[in-house]
């Protein structure tokens, strides 16, 4: 948690240190949207599925159905977040390999250049794999919200309907849930990673 707090921190003062200097917003908008072009397929998948769940009301209707059973809403819940993650790390991977690099094609990369690269893309190379997955939190969340507003003027009048909004209220809860989780899991992934190795070593 710590070191999510202190990510956080150097984030917003990353940032306002960013609008203090119009002279870097070129260079920084060019960066973030190659690294937008390496991660072009998980974009497709998050964008994409996201829309076609939000926009469309044969997928909105989902949110309405009584008839689901917690379990299978459980399902749901676990399919969106493997989506969200495998978003993620499809991206992570893209990002860290090297064919996106015009240099690694003629002779591979110097660890001067790698180093040069992971200061120069430190930001949107971490960022945009975790904002990719979070995306497909916030298209779920609305999608519930366009089908609960379909649903409220006739919540007076039907039962059903007073249900179904009650149903995407808990859905939304579950879903603010699930993305708590992600982004906990995504910060603190490596510092697990990093303990658990180290009392691997310890034991070996």
Known sequence: MRDLVTSFVAAVYGLV???KHPRWW??????WGRVLWVCRIPVVSSLGGGLLLSATPQARD???DLGLSFWQWTTFFVLMFLWAWTVHIAARRAVLADDWVPEARCGGLSEQRRKELREE???PALLVPRLLGLMVFLFVWF???RARANLVTAEDVLVEAH????????????TIVTALIYILMIWTRRHVR???????????
């Open 194 to 204: 990093s303990v658990l190795a180290c009392e691997s070593d310890q034991m070996l």
């Open 62 to 64: 989902c949110f309405s």
């Open 17 to 19: 240190d960013w609008l």
């Open 121 to 123: 893309y430190e930001w």
């Open 26 to 31: 070129p260079a920084t908008l060019w960066r």
């Open 143 to 145: 999608a519930l919200f």
């Open 163 to 174: 249900e179904a909004v009650t149903l995407s209220w808990w859905l939304e809860v579950a």
